[in-house]
Each structure stands twice: as structure tokens, then as C-alpha cells.
């Protein structure tokens, strides 16, 4: 791993640091600590130089928090011999001169390096009274050694920098400058927008926590990379990561914890005072409003006797059933997709009022749900530091793992801030061909929904032409043109009845552009999965493949008519779904489309419609097919992932 900050040797600081020793023999160079560089902190308590062993205690202001961060750099060395580092944090004191807890500084191995750049461990030191002592063969005249390996606010611009340079979805941004006149760097994947799932991630609200900057550069790393889940998440949803947020207290190796009159993670009231987490709220505020919050992240690290990964939560009863229901889907991906070695094993505890009576509702998490309205997941992620398998690589893979967990719990969501399907007027843009026309399935929808229990109006309008294609439509420009207009709460797709099975590559080509406008105008898209011409019924598996695996990649809905008729066509042979052409559907072909529709664009069970609606199908025909298209509406949402399972609207609650 790459650490990238500079090293400034300052003289005087060195003189100053150094303590008075017997002189060392003349042919041997003096062994100096050195801590003026950013995230320097070290006290020097002794250096022997005839032994090599250097005592060392974490420098940290404790008035910045808790005094357990040290780093430093270490010169004079003799390459020859090994060296004995002594972390001794016994005489700690906290900011109210009370003595503290020595074990946050005592780490089972120590990070150290040649360069400052390449970083590993040591081997496990020996645990001693409030101290711990690291054997080192460094090989070298001098050695950078640490608590972790350091991660600042000039190591997360750098590596922004780099993450921008290889992947073009990667936006660096500055979240904020702060009062030491740092600057908070963040980087975005993706832009914000209704239907686009919104991700919000930060770490290190408590400066010490070094190694939950390593967490959140891993997520970073993978996202940006070419992995196929992380470019699905790209394409599907807003991300944003803060690596830093107490970039001032890392820069100085103070450990921010506890900080007077609080730290970062008391701070978010309305009047915060930390500069970052004021710009936090305000990014996330927009983020809300722009399109939407699904999943908040805010990454620290535990007690030094945690032993494995653990989340936050927020107390059962301040959950609706449905957002519980998302905890535990998105904590179940966490078991599959956090492996280890630190290994994600199902263990949380409660925040909230139990964790902190009078603080709970200013910590980052708890705010976050209730900018959301408790619509989102939000968690606190503790990730390991003590022990000797907390290394850069393995605190760098959990966050790749935590980026699975995320790609798999959004994969079938839909954007929780744009419930069209909740309104009761729903303006929907049809564009198709006679497949859409014939029998007039928009009409046949809304006399359907009107006549339902929730009396719906679904008003509609048609971009329609005989035989017309997704790339016919594109080319031609009328339907851009009847999207751009706007106010549409869906556009339906649909596309050449047997382009999607014999050329897909079109629809996969066309639909994209299309879906790019519908969204610049806040629609959702829907896909009108047709059926399988008469005469070739495994014609299905294409048509079903096709707009399936088009609709997960832009994170559109699917209204899964194809399968309703084969379901329908399985159970009741004698029924006629198609026309005398064996391609154009019957009435009742129609009506079994539009209760598909009526499903999947409302969340409402079709089985409560009139079934005497529509006079052209007969009631008992009507029921049947209700019931069909409620079972396969259903099936689809209840699915697990997988190209056999198309995306559908998040159901009413
Ligand atoms: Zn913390």
C-alpha cells in the first residue's frame, strides 16, 4: 500500500525531541525521532542508543481528543542491528487530566516503512505493563513507523487523484475547507437524479481511527475498478465517499475522540461546529432531493477487544416494519459478501438512546435516518484495529466486501424518493407499436385503474406506429421530443415484437438512449416485455432474458407481460390471448397486459378489480387473469436476483 503524504525534516524539531543520552559510538549514527510532518505525533521518553531501543509515547493533544495516535519517523539508524520500538502509553492523561486507557495506542503489530510510501507490519508485539514492544529488522538508515498505516486528508486527495485518473465515473470533489485551511477531500460516482439510488459513505469522524479510512479507500478502489457489480453500481446509483472527515485532527495526530465540547460524531444538530460535518449535511440534504438516499455508511473503529466487524443500528422500535425489513436484507448480503479474513459474522449493537441518552440523536447515523424520514439504511461500520490480521490489505478488502453488500441490496430497488406509484394521478407516456395499440391497451389500463379501489386516474399519451422499433423511435425523434415535454411519472418502452429475441443487441443499444432522457425529465422508464409469437413459445426465454438484463443495467422497472401470458397460456389452453394473426393480442390478451401494468406501476393486487370492467372480457375470464397477473407480478418482486427475476417499482407499504 501506498501512503502518500511528505516528510518535512525539520532540524530544530529534532534537537528539541532529542533527549540528552551518552554519546553513541562515534562510528555509529545517532538514532533521532522525528514527528513534524502531517500525522506526526510522538513523544520521546528515552532512546538507547548503545541497545537500540527507542521509547516512544502517542504525542496527541488530549484537549484534541483521545491521545492514542502516534507516528513518526526514525533516522540514524543502524542497519545492521535489530531495533526495538517501545510504545509506552502508561502515564496518558485524557483532556480532563484523568489518566486514559492505554490499550487504544497498543495495536498487536505496528505499521512501519522504508519510505513512507510502502507500508507493512511487524510482527506481534510483546505486551507489556500500558506498553508494547515492536522488534524490527528495518535494513535501512531510517524507518517511518505508526499505529496504522497513516491515511490523511493529503493521502485521500492523492488517492482520489489516481482513482479519477483510471475511471472516468469518478468525480473528485472538495466536501469542504476547514478551519485549519485544509481542504475535506470527497469523491462522486455518478450524478444525482430522481430514480438513481443514493449512497452516502464517510469515515474517520474520529481522527485515531485510521484504519476506517483504509475501509473507505478499499470501497473507493473497487468501485472505481473493472469488476462487472462495481460497474453496475456506477451506472445505477450516486455515491459518494468521504475518506477524511477530521482531516484538521489527523493532521496534527490528534485523536479527535471525545474532543470538547464534543467530537464530530456529537455534532450533527443544526448548528454544527465542525466545518465537514456541516458540509455533510448540506450535501446530503441536496442529495435527498435531488433523488434520494438508500444506504448511509459512517465507518469508525472499536474497542481494542472487538474482535470481528460489527455494525450500529438504530433501536427496532424507531423502524417502520418495511425499513427493519431493509436492515436485515442489507445485513444478510453483508454475511455472504464480507468473508475475511475479518469476517463479517452477523453481530450488531443498538444505537439510540441506549447507546447515548443525551447525544444519540446528533451522531452522524442518527441524523442521517431522520433527514430520510427513516427511509433509508443507515449504519455505523466498525471495523477492527488490534489485531495482528488488521492489515492495510485486509481493512482495504472489507471495504470491496461492504461495496458487494451494497451492490447487492440495491440490485431490485428502486429509488425510495420517487413513489409515482404512490399517487393518485399518474401521467404515463406509451412508446411502441401495434402491440401497445391494438385493443388500446393505455385506455384499457386506465379504465381498469379508475374502476379500481383506489380509483386511480391514469391519464396517457402514445408515441405509436405499426411495426416500429426502439431504434425506429430514436431515429426519428417524435418520441423524444413527446418525452422531453415532461411531466411523466413513467415512459413504458416497448420494442419490435422479435427484435429483443433475434437482435437484442438493438434494444440493448436503443434503450439506453431512451431511458437517458426519460430520466433527465424525472420519469421512471417500464419495459413492456412481450410475448412469444404463437407458433414459437420458447421465444419467451429470449424476449424475457433480453429486457430483463437491459432493465437491470439501467435500473428500470420491467412489466413482465411475456410471462403472465405463458403462465396464462399453461394453465388454460382453451382461453385465446392471441389474435387470428397468432402475434396481435385478443381483448383478452390485452386485458391481461393491462392488469400487468395495473400491477406493477401501482404496487395494487389486480384481483380486487371489477372483473366486469372491461366489456369485451368476459368476468370469469377477467378473474382468471387477474390472478395471473397478480401471481407473476409477485413472483418477480419476490425473486431472488438473477436475470430470471426483472426489477419491478417498489410495491406500496
Ligand atoms: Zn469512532
Not at 404515463?428 to 383506489?454: C, E, H, K, Q, W
Not at 381483448?587 to 392488469?595: E, I, M, N
Not at 401494468?597 to 368476468?619: H, I, M, N, Q, S
Request: net charge positive; proline share 7%; glycine share 8%.
Amino acid at each position: 500500500m501506498r501512503s502518500l503524504f511528505a516528510v518535512v525534516l525539520c532540524v530544530a524539531s529534532f534537537a528539541a525531541l532529542s533527549p540528552a543520552a551518552d554519546p553513541p559510538a562515534a562510528s555509529r549514527p545517532a538514532l533521532a525521532v522525528h514527528n513534524d510532518f502531517e500525522g506526526g505525533s510522538a513523544k520521546v521518553l528515552s532512546i538507547d542508543q548503545d541497545a537500540g531501543v527507542v521509547r516512544v509515547q502517542p504525542g496527541g493533544d488530549p484537549k484534541l481528543g483521545w491521545p492514542c495516535w502516534w507516528s513518526f519517523k526514525l533516522t540514524g539508524i543502524d542497519r545492521a542491528r535489530t531495533l526495538t520500538i517501545v510504545i509506552d502509553a502508561s502515564g496518558l492523561k485524557d483532556h480532563a487530566g484523568k489518566p486514559f486507557d492505554p490499550s487504544w495506542a497498543l495495536p498487536a503489530r505496528a505499521a512501519w516503512s522504508r519510505d513512507g510510501r510502502t507500508w507493512r507490519q511487524t510482527a506481534d508485539g510483546k505486551a507489556g505493563k500500558g506498553s508494547m514492544t515492536y522488534t524490527v529488522e528495518v535494513e535501512a538508515g531510517e524507518a517511518h513507523f505508526a499505529w496504522a498505516e497513516p491515511f490523511t486528508g493529503t493521502t485521500a486527495a492523492e488517492f482520489i487523484r489516481q482513482v479519477a485518473a483510471r475511471c472516468k465515473d469518478a468525480q473528485p470533489f472538495v466536501l469542504c475547507r476547514t478551519p485549519g485551511g485544509r481542504d475535506v477531500p470527497a469523491v462522486r460516482f455518478g450524478q444525482p437524479a430522481p430514480g438513481k439510488l443514493g449512497v452516502w459513505v464517510q469515515a474517520r469522524q474520529h481522527a485515531w481511527e485510521c484504519g476506517s479510512s483504509h475501509v473507505a479507500a478499499g470501497l473507493v478502489h473497487w468501485l472505481a475498478g473493472d469488476d462487472e457489480r462495481a460497474a453496475a453500481l456506477r451506472r445505477r446509483t450516486c455515491i459518494t465517499v468521504v475518506p477524511v472527515m477530521d482531516v484538521d485532527n489527523v493532521a496534527v495526530g490528534a485523536g479527535g475522540k471525545n474532543q470538547p465540547p464534543h467530537d464530530h460524531n456529537r455534532d450533527w444538530s443544526d448548528k454544527p461546529l465542525y466545518a465537514s460535518v456541516a458540509a455533510a449535511q448540506k450535501e446530503i440534504l441536496s442529495l435527498i432531493r435531488q433523488g434520494g438516499l438508500e444506504v448511509c455508511l459512517d465507518l469508525h473503529n472499536p474497542g481494542k477487544n472487538d474482535r470481528e466487524p460489527f455494525f450500529f443500528l438504530p433501536p427496532r422500535e424507531q423502524c417502520s416494519d418495511a425499513n427493519w425489513a431493509d436492515y436485515q436484507r442489507f445485513l444478510a448480503g453483508l454475511r455472504q459478501e464480507m468473508v475475511g479474513p475479518l469476517t463479517y459474522k452477523g453481530r450488531t449493537r443498538e444505537s439510540g438512546p441506549k447507546y447515548d441518552p443525551k447525544m444519540w440523536r446528533f451522531m452522524g447515523a442518527s441524523w442521517m435516518r431522520q433527514a430520510t424520514d427513516g427511509h433509508t439504511v443507515a449504519m455505523t461500520l466498525e471495523t477492527p484495529w488490534s489485531l495482528s490480521e488488521c492489515s492495510t490489505d485486509n481493512l482495504r478488502r472489507v471495504g470491496r466486501e461492504l461495496g458487494l453488500a451494497i451492490e447487492l441490496y440495491l440490485r431490485d430497488r428502486r429509488c425510495a424518493a420517487q413513489p409515482a406509484w404512490e399517487k393518485d394521478t399518474m401521467q404515463i407516456l406509451f412508446i411502441g407499436n401495434s402491440y401497445t395499440y391494438v385493443n388500446d391497451l393505455p385506455r384499457m389500463l386506465s379504465t381498469l385503474a379508475a374502476a379500481g379501489p383506489r380509483k386511480l386516474r391514469i391519464q396517457t399519451d402514445r408515441q405509436v406506429e405499426g411495426g416500429q422499433s426502439l431504434m425506429g423511435h430514436w431515429n426519428k425523434g417524435q418520441a423524444v421530443e413527446k418525452i422531453r415535454k415532461g411531466g411523466w411519472d413513467f415512459v413504458v418502452l416497448q420494442d419490435q415484437s422479435l427484435t429483443p429475441a433475434m437482435r437484442p443487441q438493438l434494444t440493448k443499444e436503443y434503450a439506453p438512449k431512451l431511458d437517458a432522457e426519460i430520466r433527465k425529465v424525472g420519469a421512471t422508464t417500464v419495459f413492456y416485455m412481450t410475448w412469444a409469437r404463437k407458433k414459437d413459445p420458447p421465444m419467451i426465454d429470449k424476449l424475457s432474458r433480453t429486457y430483463t438484463e437491459v432493465a437491470r443495467e439501467l435500473g428500470a422497472a420491467v412489466a413482465p407481460v411475456g410471462l403472465a401470458w405463458k403462465a396464462a397460456i399453461e394453465q388454460r389452453a382453451d382461453l385465446e390471448l392471441f389474435a387470428a394473426d397468432g402475434s396481435h393480442p385478443s381483448p383478452a390478451g390485452t386485458y391481461l397486459a393491462a392488469c400487468v401494468f395495473y400491477a406493477t406501476l401501482t404496487g395494487e393486487d389486480p384481483t380486487k378489480l371489477p372483473p366486469g370492467a372491461v366489456k369485451a372480457v368476459p368476468a370469469e375470464t377477467a378473474r382468471f387473469l387477474q390472478t395471473i397477473a397478480r401471481d407473476t407480478v409477485t413472483a418477480q418482486a419476490a425473486a431472488p436476483s438473477g436475470l430470471d427475476s426483472p426489477p419491478a417499482p417498489q410495491p406500496r407499504k
